[in-house]
């Protein structure tokens, strides 16, 4: 048995100190009327901080542009009332020892004819394209993309000045950043399109500005995805050689921590190697890496064609044991583990692990993710 402890090691990384290596994945809930963070936002992530989560990272949360939300009611991270209450909800979370950051989001072309706030806002992405072939909205200029990388910094200068403790890029899931990187959905000839080093230069001015609008010592998370939304078997690269070329730039640019999103944390990237995708990207950049996917669950998402379009919690799930989790931890292949779905059901998933109490946890309901467990 692989002693679960490894994962209530401290990490430490500029300016974030953390207790442990358990790390609240974000998960979109829609549930911030208008846009604002309430009572209940508050209470939801304080009871996971409560429940000895290390770094919780909020749900997506839509940046300073007309075009950036896709769905409703999911909170905004501009605007009086939206920040005053994320400063709310940083202070519960502190107050219970724990350590939060925002993931900042453009949800691209994903965002629907109709959305507010302003439903007569396109989307707005690369090439005007949903998924490969399928249009949606408008192609970017190059104000539009000089306009959403100057809101991603906005996002994270409030993030600091705030409280929070770091700030992460959602660059995953086929959503704006990720879209750029496809080549399905970025059909560009200018300097955006073409090449995976021309495809992947918004995102590093994203991260840029990031980067230049907090402090040295703020960390700065990026997550990042082969699979999208729209294509659960869609790949960005297929050797090692080809991540290494992807990823360096992105880490140059000012990434500290890259979370890499995948659907069962325990299959590996490439062939010939074990290793997952926070195993390679650790290794060859050399930053620290947070593994996601299914983490004690027993059952995986549904399949493409039932789920939902979006970052939501969907299908239910038991729970598995984590051994295969730990001994990764111990060899070193990630320093962070991401929990999603079990920490929707088991607020205390931390704290039930750290007491040898993983046969006591509850399976994943999705209707969970509407209360306040």
Not at 120 to 126: F, M
Not at 176 to 203: C, K, P, V
Request: aromatic letters at 10%.
């Amino acid at each position: 048995m692989a002693n679960p402890q490894t994962l209530f090691r401290p990490f430490q990384l500029g300016s974030l100190s953390l207790s442990n290596r358990i790390v609240m994945a974000p998960m979109t809930r829609m549930a911030s009327p208008n846009h604002i963070p309430d009572d209940d936002v508050v209470e939801y992530y304080r009871r996971r901080a409560a429940g000895g989560v290390g770094l919780i990272i909020t749900e997506g949360t839509i940046i300073n542009h007309k075009a950036s939300n896709g769905y409703p009611q999911v909170p905004a991270f501009y605007g009086d009332k939206a920040l005053a209450g994320w400063k709310k909800v940083v202070e519960a979370v502190h107050a219970e020892g724990g350590k939060i950051a925002p993931q900042i989001w453009h949800v691209g072309s994903a965002r629907e004819p109709g959305t507010p706030p302003d439903p007569q806002v396109p989307a707005y992405s690369p090439s005007g394209l949903a998924s490969p072939g399928v249009k949606n909205g408008v192609a970017m200029t190059q104000d539009d993309i000089d306009e959403v990388v100057a809101a991603y910094g906005e996002a994270a200068r409030n993030a600091q000045a705030l409280g929070f403790d770091a700030v992460e890029i959602h660059g995953a899931h086929g959503y704006l950043i990720d879209q750029f990187f496809w080549e399905g959905t970025n059909q560009r000839d200018d300097h955006y399109g073409g090449s995976m080093e021309n495809r992947e230069r918004f995102a590093v001015e994203v991260i840029r500005a990031v980067r230049a609008a907090v402090t040295d010592d703020f960390p700065v998370l990026f997550r990042w995805s082969q699979w999208k939304l729209q294509d659960y078997s869609a790949r960005l690269v297929n050797t090692p050689e080809e991540l290494d070329a992807f990823l360096q730039p992105l880490s140059e640019a000012g990434v500290d921590i890259f979370h890499c999103s995948t659907r069962r944390f325990w299959e590996p990237e490439f062939e010939g190697s074990n290793l997952n995708l926070a195993g390679w990207t650790k290794k060859l950049t050399g930053k620290p890496a947070i593994t996601v996917g299914s983490v004690s669950l027993s059952s995986d998402f549904l399949n493409r064609s039932e789920s939902l379009s979006k970052d939501v919690l969907f299908d239910s799930a038991g729970h598995a044991d984590i051994d295969n989790l730990v001994s990764r931890m111990e060899a070193g292949e990630f320093d962070l583990v991401a929990v999603g779905r079990a920490l929707i059901s088991n607020p205390d998933w931390a704290n039930r692990v750290r007491h040898g109490e993983v046969d006591e946890l509850k399976p994943y309901d999705k209707d969970d993710a509407q209360s306040l467990l």
